[in-house]
């Protein structure tokens, strides 16, 4: 599988010697078009530093842009919260900054960015709608609760602090390259039943066993599922909740919590990972990477499609205002390969979708496509992008096929107006 991978890359982007020989040659400078590419470099004397997420910012895919660009790419990992206090108190610490599409009312009218012009991204028509206007991948989606990401996707000006209507200009706040639907994890050999509901996490029989991530806007997000599926509370928006709906929430959980329903809270990737292996827990929050690291240790665990649809989330890139010149033209480069294809192709052998999935599509084999994207039975057997392999032939893929995974979206993961309210409450529940 790996070699698979590396013959791919190799063959569609890699092109390091090829741009510096011709560049050396030509004498071409910064903001020349060539290839797909809209820049070309004379020498390979730049980097471009990257700042997301441990989901996204991987040494493998650090490396397969190293080998594809004739420039160096470094990526940085950090948490959520480091990402948002560093992007706004130090924005010269990184050329390019991930954060979640959730925290772009926070981000972007800071001034610290500048927006990208959608006329520069060779591989702008390829990203899918749900960034562009409807809102949706699909006419017959879901719109989803909460802050669908085309809200918070346009501007009025390279230096403009608002938001437009979707598709209305050419500047765009944040470069989407990540999307996928959430769900929750489950150890199916220890429960031995049919989950079909979000109803299930709260369901007094996995009392002890029961986990939920700690991060009030997400977690909380979690809980609203599973309390308005037990019939308990109908929301009005379950991504932006009024303070008796946030009230109601937190009162609930924390009287589950003195009931030891909540085995853990968990902070980290690896908490998440580690509580399923153990069988510490059987059903919790989870994220579909963590999912294949528990199945690359022979564990079953299953990122369970329910009725009631998945909460989802987009992650993309966002420019310090301060980036110019050659450096621009590199952050543009890079994220330009991002969209290529190569990249879609590594993320969707963990389980997520780059938005231009017609170009992951041409490095993807067919029997891989058609397990990840359409949700068929493995006539090969399928390995994670780290080369282990995962599922055997015969196997579907949890939650099926993109469109039913990204066409059923329930809630997007969103900071509410009640945020400051939210978070008090939530540190109460933490600390109950």
């Known amino acids: 599988m790996k070699e698979i991978q590396q013959k791919k890359t190799k063959k569609g982007l890699s092109r ?14 910064a903001g020349s078009t060539i290839g797909g590419f809209p820049t070309i470099w004379a020498q390979d004397d730049l980097e471009v530093r990257t700042l997301g997420m441990a989901v996204s910012n991987m ?53 610290k960015f500048q927006a990208w012009d959608t006329t520069k991204l060779p591989e702008w028509d390829q990203v899918v709608d749900l960034y ?36 209305s200009t050419k500047w765009i706040t944040n470069h989407p390259v990540l999307h996928n639907a959430d769900t929750l994890g489950i150890r199916p050999d220890i429960i031995g039943r049919p989950i079909e509901s979000w109803k299930e996490l709260i369901n007094p029989e996995f009392a002890g066993r029961a986990a939920l991530v700690a991060f009030p806007q997400i977690g909380l997000m979690d809980a609203a599922m599973a309390f308005q599926a037990n019939g308990e509370i109908e929301y009005g928006d379950k991504g932006n909740m009024t303070q008796e709906e946030i009230d109601f929430s937190i009162d609930r959980l924390i009287e589950l919590k003195k009931g030891d329903h909540w085995r853990a809270l968990w902070s980290t990737f690896n908490d998440s990972v580690q509580l399923m292996v ?75 979708y780059v938005v231009t999935w017609q170009n992951t599509k041409k490095y993807l084999p067919k029997a891989e496509w058609d ?23 015969g196997a579907v893929r949890d939650g099926g096929s993109y469109k039913n995974r990204m066409g059923r979206i329930a809630v997007w993961n969103s900071v509410m107006e009640e945020n400051e309210y939210l978070t008090e409450r939530w540190n109460e529940f933490m600390a109950s």
């Open 132 to 167: 562009k206007g409807p809102g949706k991948i699909w006419p017959d989606a879901w719109y989803g609760d909460g802050q669908n990401p085309s809200t918070v996707g346009y501007t009025s000006g390279i230096d403009s602090r608002d938001f437009a209507k979707p598709g």
């Open 278 to 352: 153990s069988g510490e827990v059987v059903i919790q929050s989870m994220w579909s990477p963590a999912v294949t690291a528990v199945r690359e240790q022979g564990v079953d665990c299953v990122y369970q499609d329910l009725k009631e649809g998945y909460r989802s989330w987009s992650l993309g890139h966002m420019i310090p205002k301060h980036i110019e010149g050659k450096q621009l033209g590199a952050v543009y480069d890079y994220v330009t390969w991002y969209h290529s294809g190569p990249a879609g192709a590594f993320f969707a052998r963990q389980g997520y």
């Open 16 to 29: 390091r010697g090829m741009l510096k020989g011709t560049a050396a040659v030509a004498g071409l400078a």
């Open 371 to 393: 397990f990840w994207f359409e949700g068929k039975p493995a006539t090969v057997d399928i390995y994670s992008p780290f080369g282990k392999k995962m599922e055997s032939v």
């Open 59 to 111: 040494p493998q895919l650090e490396e397969m842009a190293n080998e594809a660009l004739p420039f160096k790419v470094k990526q940085t990992a950090a948490s959520i919260p480091d990402i948002i206090t560093r992007g706004l108190n130090q924005p010269k610490s990184a050329d390019l900054f991930e954060p979640p599409f959730m925290t772009m009312r926070t981000m972007w009218p800071s001034g």
